[in-house]
């Protein structure tokens, strides 16, 4: 019994050393076959140059149009896996192979990192989009969700089963809850319950050497690590377990938008004061852009929130601690949980809950992002630059999340994402623009500006920055010399001190750098 199975290993090896005129796909595909317990068709899950579908996959739940442009390098292949354990001889096969592996869930890369590479070629994409099971457990009050499903999914299954259950991660339906939830993950629940990552009771990853790992069998550190880390340097997680947070009957939402002419600045100035301490169970987020026409441009500002109660408590709690609001029963929305995701997601009052089950984003843009972190108000004139900076680009966003609440009762370091108490609002910047490579360089160059003009308003020492909304201006990895002090440039940014045990995880989990991209943990050398 042993010398057949002995043989086997030797002969599969020999051919794969003798392979050198086969392609990589069907080097994949024959250590898929010899990895997987069951036999399979694997090549009808695999996606080259050539195949008709190739475009329309790729393209499927990309974001960043800039990442999708012929000059962005393109996967070898894309494997779409059907399994757990697809994905698991995926691991071992690329591992084996020498064969570069990007992993994508939902797509929302920020700088494409799950479905491009700029440091090494060739390289793959294993694309999870097919692993989308959610078991809800009313009783149990937790759902095991599986990495390719979108959040949105996630939220109208827990409706399905329940009105009165919830749980606190993003705004945005089609986010993917693979690198979703290893980023962090807030939301409108954030103030009352803390992020998607602060509500992970389990997961199930495969790791460097190719095991599927639970909780219990990975051990509390890398546990710890796959909370807040960003995708793609520790496994690739296949399942999380998260613990369902209780949501009232009725929630109100409102939108509230004011411009320059009716006294923004000053207004978003007390906001900066208010929104931090206000009741726990009230998110109001800020909108920021400029409107108007070519002979006259303005600033406006838009308070969009979401209170986990009825509108005469809401308006009783923006009497007492926001009157500067000026909010009134008719600005007011009275609706259910499950309602209010579609609202802060921006669908239209009438829209069905089951929009959430499409799983595909509607925003595709070519855009430049980044973020920061604020830990004392701006004063009104710093806000009158910044306007006077937005009013000058075609087409700018910023959106100002409050902090506070129960993301202020957690330490730093309970898991790895660091902003938590003292941090008031969190900063997103993006530029959009429509013409591919036209004017990039423009936009790309105004947005580094604005960053730059920011800097004495916002944390320091380190400049604090959210790591899913990558941005690789703040460093990069470089193919086979990842070190410690190079990444040290933006992982003190997005994980403060955390980053010192990440990287120590890293290396006991993945000494050979097997899960890696431009900004993924670095081992320390062996």
Same mark, same amino acid.
């Given at each position: 019994m042993v010398l057949p199975s002995y043989l086997a290993i030797l002969f599969f090896l020999l051919s794969v050393s003798l392979t050198a005129s086969a392609s990589i796909q069907e080097s994949f595909v024959q250590c898929l076959n010899f990895n997987s317990e069951k036999s399979f068709p694997f *090549?009808?899950?695999?996606?080259?140059? $050539?195949?008709?579908?190739?475009?329309?996959?790729?393209?499927?739940?990309?974001? $960043?149009?800039r990442y999708l442009e012929p000059s962005a390098p393109k996967p070898a292949f894309i494997f779409s896996p059907l399994t757990d354990s697809h994905v698991q001889a995926s691991v071992i096969c690329s591992k084996k192979l020498g064969i570069h592996l990007r992993v994508r869930s939902g797509g929302h890369d920020y700088e494409g990192l799950s479905y491009v590479s700029e440091i090494e070629t060739p390289f793959i994409v294993v694309d999870l989009a097919k692993l989308r099971t959610i078991n809800v457990d009313i009783k149990g009050n937790t759902a095991w969700i599986q990495a390719g499903?979108?959040?949105?999914? !996630?939220?109208?299954?827990?409706?399905?089963?329940?009105? !009165? *259950?919830?749980?606190p991660a993003g705004l945005c339906a089609s986010l993917g809850v693979g690198g979703h939830i290893t980023g962090g993950a807030y939301g409108s629940l954030m103030r009352k319950y803390g992020l998607g990552a602060d509500n992970v009771l389990d997961a199930r990853i495969v790791d460097a050497n190719g095991r599927i790992l639970d909780r219990a069998a990975m051990g509390e550190d890398l546990f710890w690590a796959i909370r807040g880390s960003g995708g793609g340097s520790f496994g690739v997680l296949l399942w999380w377990k998260i613990k369902l947070v209780p949501v009232p009957p009725t929630v109100t939402v409102f939108t509230v938008t004011k411009t320059l002419e009716q006294g923004a600045t000053k207004l978003l100035h007390r906001w900066q004061e208010v929104a931090p301490f206000i009741d726990d169970n009230l998110f109001i987020r800020v909108i920021i852009q400029p409107a108007g026409n070519k002979t006259h441009r303005t600033i406006t500002t838009t308070y969009n929130a979401l209170f986990l109660g009825e509108a005469r408590a809401l308006l009783q709690v923006a009497k007492t601690s926001f009157p500067e609001l000026g909010l009134t029963r008719k600005d007011l929305l009275e609706t259910s949980w499950i309602k209010s995701v579609l609202y802060i997601a921006g669908y239209p009052n009438n829209t069905p809950p089951e929009v959430l089950l499409k799983g595909k984003s509607t925003f595709k843009n070519y855009f430049k992002a980044k973020s920061d972190f604020v830990r004392e108000p701006i004063p009104e004139p710093g806000l009158e630059g910044l306007w006077l900076r937005l009013l000058a680009e075609d087409s700018p966003l910023m959106i100002w999340n409050p902090y506070g609440g129960r993301m202020s009762q957690f330490s730093e370091s309970d898991i790895p994402f660091p902003h938590r108490n003292g941090t008031l609002y969190k900063i997103q910047y993006l530029t959009l623009w429509q013409d591919a490579d036209i004017n990039a360089a423009k936009h790309i160059d105004w947005i580094r500006k604005v960053y730059n003009y920011m800097t004495p308003y916002v944390s320091k020492f380190p400049r604090e920055a959210y790591v899913n909304y990558r941005d690789l201006d703040l460093g990069v990895n470089t193919k086979n010399s990842t070190n410690y002090i190079q990444a040290s440039s933006w992982g003190h940014r997005y994980f403060k001190d955390n980053f010192d045990r990440l990287v120590k995880i890293k290396t006991k989990v993945d000494p050979e750098n097997v899960f890696r991209h431009e900004q993924s943990i670095p081992p320390l050398p062996l």
């Open positions: *090549h009808t899950s695999i996606y080259t140059p $050539n195949t008709p579908s190739f475009t329309t996959i790729l393209e499927s739940s990309a974001q $960043n149009l499903a979108t959040i949105g999914e !996630v939220y109208y299954r827990i409706y399905e089963k329940s009105s !009165v *259950h919830g749980y």
